[in-house]
């Protein structure tokens, strides 16, 4: 069974282009959380997904940033006219069912360098 | 939101036992405790959780005070690829956190040989 599956591993954008990461959560699957961990801190929730839905937006920058999981295909958390604040690891995570009984599945993050 | 405090570094022999501390003295009745861990350039990796019973497995033992106020993680047998940011994370209903996992600062292990 395949882990919690995050592309590009490493993505560099200039500023005011747009980035796009997508994760593929794990098979049966259907809640995803995306975090961002700056250089040299600690992981920050951004955004809880369940299925066509988000569920919690709470941690997401309210400008630039959106965040998607359609019926088929990976979440993408996308980012708009990037500054080079965003530079960070971007993690994605899944998990069966809500409520953390079960544990989070990470994937190994896409690092983002704005230049 | 019920807080966790966990000591910034620790160090630990190889193949020695690790003890990981963690106070959550504002826990409620339905949080569970749970545990992370962070190795160079990875994702978080689930390593144990549990509501009041001490829990085993495979990576690590959970023991968790009879008041629920505080919790260690056990590593029985530290190897240099146990060096990580352990996170000890609160989650419930009750904490604000239903809905996500909120990271701390974590204790950072270092394992010599």
């Known amino acids: 069974n395949a882990g919690v599956m995050q592309n590009p591993r490493h993505l560099v954008r200039r500023r005011g282009q747009e980035a796009r990461l997508r994760c593929s959560p794990m098979?049966?699957?259907?809640?995803v959380y995306w975090y961002r961990q700056l250089p040299e801190e600690g992981l920050k929730f951004m955004v809880y997904?369940?299925?066509?839905?988000?569920?919690?937006e709470s941690g997401m920058p309210k400008e630039r940033f959106s965040a998607e999981f359609p019926k088929e295909g990976p979440s993408i958390l996308r980012i708009q006219q990037v500054v080079r604040g965003d530079s960070a690891a971007y993690f994605c995570?899944?998990?069966?069912?809500?409520?953390?009984?079960?544990?989070?599945?990470f994937g190994n993050g896409t690092r983002l360098t704005v230049t | 939101d019920a807080k966790t405090t966990q000591p910034n570094s620790m160090e630990s022999n190889e193949e020695e036992p690790v003890h990981l501390p963690c106070n959550h003295s504002?826990?409620?009745?339905?949080?569970?405790i749970h545990w992370y861990r962070q190795l160079p350039s990875q994702g978080p990796e689930y390593v144990i959780h549990g509501l009041t019973s001490n829990v085993n497995n495979r990576m690590a033992s959970l023991a968790i005070a009879e008041d629920r106020k505080s919790s260690t993680l056990i590593l029985h047998r530290a190897t240099l690829r146990d060096a990580a940011v352990y996170y000890c994370?609160?989650?419930?209903?009750?904490?604000?956190?239903?809905?996500?996992?909120?990271f701390g600062t974590g204790t950072r292990l270092q394992v010599t040989l």
């Open positions: 997904l369940q299925k066509e839905n988000i569920i919690d």
């Open positions: 994370i609160l989650a419930g209903l009750n904490t604000g956190t239903a809905s996500k996992l909120t």
């Open positions: 098979k049966g699957h259907s809640h």
């Open positions: 504002t826990i409620s009745g339905t949080d569970y």
């Open positions: 995570a899944s998990s069966p069912a809500g409520g953390f009984v079960s544990p989070l599945h």
